[in-house]
């Protein structure tokens, strides 16, 4: 089962999980997510204040805290609790509106169930006032929403803090020498946008951060990835680590493959955390924005070292490379360290849903041409952007893959080719086991 106990359909949801969910000693109160024994008014204000901020999570029936020989989950009466928490929020809410509640029945004769309510800041109206306040999360408790957090709440749409679910990076840019022409052979890039959290948005980037997310990329399949870019015939790697532009609001960390030839670096990675400016801004929903670059330039590290040679990307290595990028952005530990530097819930961390690529020349002169063959005037393609399925959950290794095909047969069509649909069938077929 890979859906989030945050997003799973009602069906999916089980005692069992739950119980497996709260015994985890990582699962405590955040931004996003709260336990409560049973019904209380500080429920209600929890609602109200996920609604105004990022939405989130509340089980009722399990205690908040872990203690020795002290039952965590103890379930409630699911009628009477939903009950209570209705009436109240019509009573307390101006304007009144309540969340979505799911019951989770014990797995025994008790009676007793966890109700689930999920808070979704797209359906509830802003602000959501409580006796006349705007409650808000910060840092997993609750707080209120000063004069000028309320007045911009006030200019809020419902849907203006939350995070739409496809993530939108820039379109990169090659770099150019003094004469204009290209540097790069082409520029992969990818990334998502996420809140931040009260902590995250005034303090600045730690050194400790900072490495801790170089360790966890560097532990990563990004790595191994980028190394099948050239096919070994580079002479060293250096691993990532900050290079370049890193301020107190930003974080470059750099990977490299190293040559003593012409071409020093045939092969870059770069992942950029940006978090925002919180001076001058006027929204309450600040967003941090991660980018993930592949800087490919062994086409002209090869052109560099003999003279006429004419290299060519095979697709089974561009395959290879996705399936790195992509499984690293979901990463745990990689995923951890953008939350703790954002300060929300790893649960915000979204996938990422959009690649763009841009390309020195057409992409059929960058592409191996073995098993693909050119569609007479079908035009040209240097790049573009491909949007990846919601629906695909890029944790799990067979839709991740069917991501990256996806993508792949996208590149091959729009490039005017034929042929990528087999040639990918192909190397699927002689690298996933069977049975």
Known sequence: MTNSLFTAPAADLTIERIRTFAARPDQVESLTL????????????????MANTYGGTILVGINDKVEPGVERVVGVDAQATIDKIASTCSEKFDPPWEPT???????????????????????APRPLLMDMKAPIRLSGQNSTADRERLLR?????????VLPTGQH???????????GEYTEDFILRSGINLPMGEAGVWRPLSERSVLSLAKALNDSAFPSALQTLGQGSFDQFVGFRPLGHNRSRTARLVFQAISRAPVPNPVEAVVTVDLPEVYGS??????????????????????????GLEYRYPVPNLADLLDGLLRTAVDPEVVTEIAR????????????????????????????????????????????IFRANPALDLRVTAERQEQVDDWLRQLGLDAGLTGMEALIEAYRAKTTPTG
């Open 282 to 307: 006027v929204s309450t929903a600040l967003t941090a924005n991660v980018t993930i670059d592949v800087i490919a330039r062994v086409r002209r590290y090869a052109d560099s070292i003999e003279s």
């Open 153 to 161: 709440l006030a200019r809020e749409e419902p849907s203006a803090g």
């Open 34 to 49: 709260e336990f409560k024994r049973e019904y209380s008014i500080s429920l209600v204000k929890t609602i109200a204040a």
């Open 169 to 179: 990076v820039m379109t990169p840019r090659l770099g150019q020498a003094e004469g």
């Open 101 to 123: 509640f799911i019951t989770v029945p014990f797995d025994d004769d008790s009676g007793r169930s966890v109700v689930v309510i999920r808070v979704d800041p797209n359906t």
């Open 341 to 384: 530097i954002t300060d929300i819930d790893t649960t915000l961390v979204a996938q990422p849903r959009e690649l763009h690529l841009v390309a020195d020349r057409q992409v059929k002169e960058l592409l191996h041409p073995d098993g693909l063959t050119e569609i007479p005037d079908a035009g040209a393609s240097a790049g573009g």
